[in-house]
């Protein structure tokens, strides 16, 4: 009888400098040794010299196929003879296919339905007639789940996106990189955290070289699991998370994510998630906004949705860079920290698989986020020249209508409407709620987050 294990095999392997040093050899035939360009404009902004790590570029779009190649390039043959099998948010899924292709391995590859179209092209085109590409739930970890039960009935092998010790190695050949192209270890680096093991393993690499360099990790706002995995003691699984960034947008931390940033003591900021999450460790809670970044430091920190896509907008319009919401993460942090003046910064943009698709929810995101965009409910009387009105006495001269549409009509005097408003400043709010006060109509601003808003906008 072929039995199976009951478990999927783990690979005891160290993440250490020299384990990294080795990896950035043996992905060299696959990978390309990404820029590092100075951004002056958020130089300017911050008062640091900020450094952009442009992964963006690399072959796959992203830093993803990095861990990927190390982990399937280091596979015995009959290894690789019983194929894999590897989960994905759509980054990871490009470096496996990628793989796959070059190294003629067949492998099956399970990815979230949210996955956009873009990325799951992107699989199919790099996998070929190698790799079959499987949708199955609406989260990384739903479809993690069905790979591992792929793996445990199969026999194939596993090529873990983030909590493997090969995977992590080949991630962090990103911070070798940064090291040589500068010439020395930064002394700040931000970068985005998912699953933790990119993280794990560039600050493995760089405080091996420099004890006192800073660290910042940045997680979503709306999927916080390594801040809530360092406040619990351990990897913790969120009830919910928000599969916006959907490349960072996980429910449980890796363990080797957890286990390197709570060996460096990381502190975290506060969430109200966190009043959930049970606590067994000693880690800093810390409330300070902006976060002082100070030598030897580390902080994971978290960014609101609506600010990434601001800054996804603002690295377009300014450096022609074409971030995916992950990619943006560590760039929309930046704003978030007070940097030691003249410090010298390492940023990662992690990638730039980004569907075009999406633009029109990632302006409307950024423009909530910059108090430029509300949503009212107004009672008009059914009676000519309501709406004129409203446009003369409510609206400002630079303020614009983006939606119009009606609820319901359930009375013959009144029916209520939504209405988008688009200001000319965020400083227009409170006279156009003044406006609304005075006026003979029924207005009702919907607040983002509530239950309300979210369901009819």
Known sequence: MNSRPETVPEHPSELTADAIEAASLRIAPAVIRTPLEACPRISASTGAQIHL???????????K???????????SRSELDRGVVAASAGNHAQGVAYACRTMGVHGRIYVPTTTPKQKRDRISWHGGEFVELLAVGDTYDAAAAAAQADVLRTGATWIHAFDDPRTAAGQGTIAFEIVDQLGRVPDVVVAPVGGGGCLAGMVTYFRAR??????VGVEPTGAISLTAALVHGGPYTLPTIDPFVDGAAVKRIGSIGHGVLAGMGAAVSDHPALAEVPVHSTTRVLTDDPIEVHAGTTHITHVDEGAICSAMLELYQNEGIIAEPAGALAVAALDRLRLPADATVACLVSGGNNDVSRYGEIIERSLVH?????????????EPGALRRFLDEVLGPDDDITLFEYVKRNNRETGAALVGVELGSPDGLSDLMDRMAHSRLNCERLEPGTPAYDYLT
Do not use: C, T, W
Not at 210 to 215: K, M, S
């Open 53 to 63: 790590k442009r992964e963006d570029l690399q072959s796959v779009r992203s830093y």
């Open 210 to 215: 420099r004890p006192d360099v800073a660290i």
């Open 65 to 75: 196929i990095r861990g990927a190649y190390n982990v399937m390039a280091q596979l």
């Open 370 to 382: 910059r108090g430029l965009k509300h949503y009212f409910l107004v009672d008009f009387p059914q």
